[in-house]
């Protein structure tokens, strides 16, 4: 692969960025989903998402069984893990941001998780002082479970 092409990609164009001048195999990354690795599920003032809702009401559907309650615990142990892909050369990371962490009941009336937006801040602050890149994903398929009960999530024009 030599490069992404992007183009006619109207944010990418708005921020200057031009993605093909990006060689796939100049940026050693790794990439997780919040829910994935994150844990602290219930910690930081996160409120539940729609994951959340979904494997603890159906445990049989997800192999192990497991939640992303605990993860991989990066939410504590983020420090760490940075140290390790430090140690195993990567420059880059990508990551997703609950937007339950964010933004508890999924809208701004809800008000603002503080706690959500320093564990991210930390979290990016933490990869550019050991020489990586973070790129952040602000949407993974997981939503705030407040914007699911009141207006069935995607469904409605509302969400937006």
């Known amino acids: 692969m030599e490069g992404v092409n992007v183009k006619g990609c109207f944010a990418w164009s708005l921020?200057?960025?031009?993605?093909t001048k990006y060689?796939?195999?100049?940026?050693?990354?790794?990439k997780k989903k919040m829910e994935e690795f994150e844990g602290?599920?219930?910690e930081g003032g996160r409120g539940p998402s729609i994951w959340d809702t979904f494997t603890h009401n159906h445990p049989g559907m997800i192999k192990d069984h497991s939640t992303g309650?605990?993860?991989?615990?990066?939410?504590?142990?983020?420090?760490?893990?940075?140290?390790?892909?430090?140690?195993?050369?990567?420059?880059?990371?990508?990551?997703?941001?609950?937007?339950?962490?964010?933004?508890?009941?999924?809208s701004l009336s809800g008000g603002v998780n503080k706690e959500g937006i320093k564990y991210y801040n930390n979290l990016i602050n933490?990869?550019?002082?050991?020489?990586?890149?973070?790129?952040?994903?602000?949407?993974?398929?997981?939503?705030p479970q407040g914007l699911e009960d009141r207006y069935a999530g995607f469904l409605s024009p509302n969400i937006v």
């Not at 195993?88 to 937007?99: E, L, P, Q, V």
């Not at 933490?126 to 939503?143: A, C, K, R, Y």
């Open 126 to 143: 933490e990869l550019i002082s050991n020489g990586m890149q973070p790129f952040v994903t602000l949407f993974h398929w997981d939503s």
């Open 15 to 19: 921020l200057g960025f031009q993605m």
């Open 40 to 42: 602290g599920a219930s």
């Open 69 to 106: 309650d605990i993860a991989t615990d990066s939410y504590h142990r983020n420090k760490e893990d940075v140290a390790l892909m430090k140690d195993m050369g990567f420059d880059a990371y990508r990551f997703s941001i609950s937007w339950s962490r964010i933004l508890p009941t999924g």
């Open 23 to 30: 060689n796939a195999n100049r940026i050693n990354n790794k």
